[in-house]
């Protein structure tokens, strides 16, 4: 079973400042996906990423996939309140064909101050 | 825009009672899919379904539970005999045909076993 390391757990910063949260395995996954889950809900996914060394960005935030396609980290420039929530990112196992189960990380709480 | 609906949202059942936790997943999707979160736990995928029949399930999915895609739009999860241990946020998600896993999920169910 591979897992996924999401690091740090928690994260409190001022509105406007950057931050960066990473996800980290010593597996390989065919494809990884970053969510959002708000409290009571379902988690919402946010982005998936590929091919190693692959950078996706939406808006502020800006995802990269590592090369050898272990690890991944989520880039949030100038935060704002509404950033505040649980992100989590889910591994793909397989060889990538729609029926493969993910493996989620335990995910960072970030909280933006205003 | 399309999306993953549940039912019930919250469900209280007696141990050893049966439940079964229904989804709608988006129409034109072909993989479907079930998650549990445990309270301040991660989410741990449990199995999925395709082309009428299971294509992958975890360790968690014993012979107590099962699923059932009844007709077109309906799918399934049942639970034969509840206990305490199951307790948890139940989340459907469906994923479209293609070369990976971009799973939508749904607000999810929340089961209480007492």
């Known amino acids: 079973t591979q897992l996924l390391e999401q690091s740090p757990q928690f994260l409190s910063i001022q509105e406007g400042e950057n931050l960066t949260v990473y996800c980290n395995s010593s597996s390989v996954f065919s494809s990884l996906q970053w969510y959002r889950q708000e409290p009571g809900e379902g988690p919402v996914l946010l982005v998936t990423?590929?091919?190693?060394?692959e950078v996706k960005k939406l808006k502020r935030l800006t995802f990269q996939f590592g090369d050898a396609r272990k690890d991944s980290s989520l880039h949030i420039t100038a935060a704002q309140t509404g950033d505040t929530g649980l992100y989590l990112c889910?591994?793909?196992?397989?060889?990538?064909?729609?029926?493969?189960?993910?493996?989620f990380g335990k995910g960072t709480h970030l909280i933006i101050q205003p | 825009e399309p999306e993953v609906t549940q039912t019930p949202s919250h469900q209280v059942t007696q141990m050893g009672q049966e439940v079964i936790l229904r989804c709608v997943p988006i129409s034109n999707h072909l993989y479907f899919y079930w998650y549990r979160q445990i309270l301040g736990q991660k989410v741990e995928f449990l199995v999925s379904?395709?082309?009428?029949?299971?294509?992958?399930k975890s360790e968690i999915f014993d012979d107590q539970f099962s699923v059932e895609r009844p007709d077109g739009s309906n799918f399934t999860l049942k639970i034969r005999s509840t206990k305490l241990e199951d307790s948890a946020m139940y989340f459907c998600?469906?994923?479209?045909?293609?070369?990976?896993?971009?799973?939508?999920f749904g607000q999810g169910t929340r089961l209480t076993v007492v």
């Open positions: 998600a469906s994923s479209a045909q293609g070369a990976r896993t971009e799973a939508f």
């Open positions: 889910a591994g793909e196992e397989g060889s990538g064909g729609g029926a493969d189960g993910l493996t």
């Open positions: 379904f395709y082309n009428n029949e299971i294509s992958e």
């Open positions: 990423v590929v091919t190693g060394g």
